[in-house]
Nanobody
Framework: QVQLVESGGGLVQAGDSLRLSCAASGLTLSAFNVGWFRQAPGKEREFAARISWRSRNTDYRDSLKGRFAISKDNAKNTVYLQMNDLKPEDTAVYYC????????????????WGQGTQVTVSS
């Protein structure tokens, strides 16, 4: 069965760094577009970062450019989100999502989703 499992979240202070992982099974990520999304309490799920299936294209939410970096390790069938200089407004549940055909900043573009990992940034 298709499964995406996020890990690496936690409780950190402003300015700290975290690396989130999205481990895939039941699909080969080298053939899938992958996105990271986040959802804070009382907010809609929003786009954070994405990477195309051949890793030729990446994009980030404007407020995250220069602080976050998405990457893919095909040998490990895992996608990462490196998060640096974290801010309290980054606090959210972070979700990994994948789709074989579509890539974009809308959650509706992605078919498969992980369960999410909590990131909490204190000031």
């Amino acid at each position: 069965q298709v499964q995406l499992v996020e890990s690496g979240g936690g409780l950190v202070q402003a300015g700290d760094s975290l690396r989130l992982s999205c481990a895939a099974s039941g699909l080969t990520l080298s053939a899938f577009n992958v996105g990271w999304f986040r959802q804070a309490p009382g907010k809609e799920r929003e786009f954070a970062a994405r990477i195309s299936w051949r890793s030729r294209n990446t994009d980030y939410r404007d407020s995250l450019k220069g602080r976050f970096a998405i990457s893919k390790d095909n040998a490990k069938n895992t996608v990462y989100l490196q998060m640096n200089d974290l801010k309290p407004e980054d606090t959210a549940v972070y979700y990994c999502a994948a789709d074989q055909f579509n890539l974009g900043d809308s959650p509706t573009n992605y078919r498969y989703w992980g369960q999410g990992t909590q990131v909490t940034v204190s000031s």
